[in-house]
């Protein structure tokens, strides 16, 4: 089963806007992160925000994590054409072994608009 | 693609035929990650390593197998393939202190 569940599954905006990326997990987590895929190609880390914080920026990245809502936002601002790209939020949880791993989300598709 | 290279990046096989895909890495790494990715459902953990000869199962682990005999080296067999293994398959590696992953370029299978 997937613990995180993104919204919107398809956002399209115009270059130059800003874009906003929901996920939604059910348990508590370690920390998300967010990972961008573009077409044919695999999965690039983007940031990792902890469970303890709630926000942190990178570039015209912002991503913010409420814990009591069980949920994470991830904005980029001043969006560009390169920006176009599949979005996942990913959760790591638990100790040992079993915190090794990342569950992910099924995804948003940005595309940007010239 | 982070010092990680999959083989065969493309691969058409029939139905009950057994499949290897081959995952390395330069970085010496101890943790290791096999997933697939199907439209609608993200990417699923099949098997995953957290050192040589040590593999654990993931999410989805029916119906593959894994092995891990040397750092770098992680290869991942379907005995017997079915048309429902068709998919895009991942490989991904984790630096010991870190928690963010590193993919590969990725594996494309068909099972006609």
């Known amino acids: 089963s997937q613990q995180g569940e993104e919204d919107p599954q398809a956002l399209s905006i115009q270059e130059g806007e800003n874009a906003t990326m929901n996920c939604s997990y059910k348990?508590?987590?370690?920390?998300l992160q967010w990972y961008r895929q573009n077409s044919g190609r695999g999965l690039v880390h983007l940031i990792l925000?902890?469970?303890?914080?709630r926000e942190k920026h990178s570039g015209r990245l912002r991503v913010t994590l409420d814990t009591s809502k069980k949920s994470s936002s991830l904005l980029i601002t001043a969006s560009r054409a390169a920006d176009t790209a599949s979005y996942f939020c990913a959760t790591q949880k638990g100790s040992g072994q079993g915190a090794q791993k990342l569950v992910f989300g099924q995804g948003t598709r940005l595309t940007i608009n010239p | 693609d982070a010092g990680i290279t999959q083989s065969p990046r493309h691969k058409v096989t029939e139905t009950g035929t057994p499949v290897t895909l081959r995952c390395h890495q330069t970085?010496?790494?101890?943790?290791m990650y096999w997933y697939r990715q199907d439209p609608g459902h993200g990417l699923r953990l099949i098997h995953y390593?957290?050192?040589?000869?040590?593999?654990d199962k993931g999410e989805v682990s029916d119906g593959y197998s894994v092995s891990r005999s040397k750092t770098e080296d992680f290869l991942l067999t379907l005995e017997s393939a079915t048309s429902s293994q068709t998919s895009v398959y991942f490989c991904?590696?984790?630096?010991?202190?870190?928690?963010?992953?590193?993919f590969g370029p990725g594996t494309r299978l068909t099972v006609t």
């Open positions: 925000i902890r469970s303890n914080e």
């Open positions: 991904a590696i984790r630096p010991d202190r870190a928690y963010e992953q590193y």
């Open positions: 970085e010496n790494h101890r943790y």
């Open positions: 390593s957290y050192g040589v000869k040590d593999t």
């Open positions: 348990t508590s987590i370690n920390n």
